[in-house]
């Protein structure tokens, strides 16, 4: 069978120490009018606005947690009304998948609801977003390269996606250094994001040798150094590794679906207030166990080597085998100190709703071999 894929990305990608300081340079081409989509941390709206000449009008929209879709809604209005040009995402996954957002509704006439998959019309998007840069200060989602941005619903208790391929960033700015001052816990769960969007990716059912690439480096990248930047978060060759790690993860995911563990961390997150790394740290092990399980009874040699190899990508180890792989995750998920899903208030009782919402996500459709309801119910066994 011959090869076959897609592959797109953010425009332009810029990657680096200090590469922040290039964005008053990279605004010329896009307008003077900015709305600059930020987290509450206030030290961090100046360290950037610093940087700014003072023609250029900057209006602030601050994400205080995860975009729901009355903030989006919300800062949609808010950019409309300042009329701004171009938006800077400053921030972590959930500010700069809100700048993705508001930049594509701007110019987009409709509600929300329009737009979104599964709760939504999924119409496509008509008009060109208005001109985005992504800044991302943490390194696990990735969404700086991505065409989606993970929205939750209040009144469905899901959290779904935007999705379009106008919707990539026009400029990604990696600059490891932002991340230095990244408290250990998000360091953590965000690190654990990475790797999960990783190693999902590497082994769907729509892998590809290119997207593939990325994988392994970036494997290889987090298993040296997650647990260096968790424990200092001043060295900048760990911060560097994550920093890529990230973004590989999120040109992979962007290009092949991803698989259980994002199949069921968007319902789960929609309906618990737990961090997404988190979520995927207690469902990655039992995951890729069942996967293991389940393409063991079918004899698919193939999906198992490339479980084979990614143990041996994440332990060093050139004899290490799929189970290896599965037991280094659960190692590391104990390292950092994850705690387990019941103690957000994931119970037995949820595990119905759980699985019927988990089997109609997008993520799902990528997973090496489509799992039946006692096998996912047996993941979120294992899970809490």
């Known amino acids: 069978m011959g090869l076959n894929f897609q592959f797109a990305t953010a425009s332009k990608i810029i990657v680096g120490k200090n590469s922040v300081e290039k964005i008053p340079e990279l605004i010329k081409d896009f307008g003077r009018n900015v709305l600059l989509v930020t987290g509450k941390n206030e030290d961090r709206v100046q360290q950037l606005t610093s940087l700014l000449p003072e023609k250029v009008k900057v209006s602030v929209f601050k994400i205080p947690s ?24 400053f921030g972590g996954g959930s500010v700069i998948d809100s700048a993705k957002a508001i930049s594509a509704l701007v110019p987009n006439k409709g509600e929300l609801l329009d737009f979104l998959e599964v709760i939504g019309k ?5 008009e060109r977003p208005l001109p985005c840069i992504a800044v991302p200060t943490t390194s696990g989602t990735g969404a700086e390269v991505t065409k989606n941005s993970v929205i939750k619903s209040p009144e469905h208790q899901v959290k779904v996606s935007l999705r379009s391929e106008l919707m990539y960033p026009d400029v990604a700015v990696v600059d490891p250094v932002l991340a230095r001052s990244m408290p250990t816990d998000i360091t953590t769960t965000t ?57 590989m993860g999120g040109m992979a995911l962007a290009n092949v679906k991803l698989g259980a563990v994002h199949g069921f961390a968007g319902p789960m997150g929609g309906m618990f207030p737990m961090p997404h790394g988190a979520v995927c740290a207690c469902l990655l092990p039992p995951v890729m166990e069942i996967n293991l399980e389940a393409l063991t009874e079918i004899n698919d040699t193939k999906r198992i080597e490339k479980y084979d190899e990614l143990a041996k990508i994440l332990t060093g180890n050139s004899n290490a085998a799929a189970t290896d792989g599965v037991t280094w995750v659960e190692n590391l998920v104990q390292e950092l100190k994850i705690p387990k899903l019941s103690q957000f208030g994931v119970s037995k009782k949820d595990f119905e709703t ?31």
């Open 66 to 89: 995860e975009p729901t879709t009355h903030l989006i809604n919300e800062g949609v209005e808010f950019a409309r009304k300042k009329e701004c040009e171009v938006v800077i995402g």
């Open 354 to 384: 759980l699985t019927s919402k988990a089997k109609v996500a997008s993520s799902m459709k990528g997973n090496p071999i489509k799992l039946g309801d006692d096998k996912l119910r047996r993941i979120l066994e294992k899970s809490v």
């Open 191 to 247: 690190g654990v994001d990475a790797l999960t969007h990783l190693l999902e990716t590497f082994v769907s059912n729509q892998s590809n040798p290119f997207i593939d690439m990325f994988c392994r480096d970036g494997m290889q990248r987090i298993s040296r150094s997650l647990v260096k930047a968790c424990n200092n978060g001043d060295d900048l060759d760990a911060r560097e590794d994550m920093a890529l790690a990230s973004m």
């Open 122 to 126: 999924g119409q496509p998007l008509t």
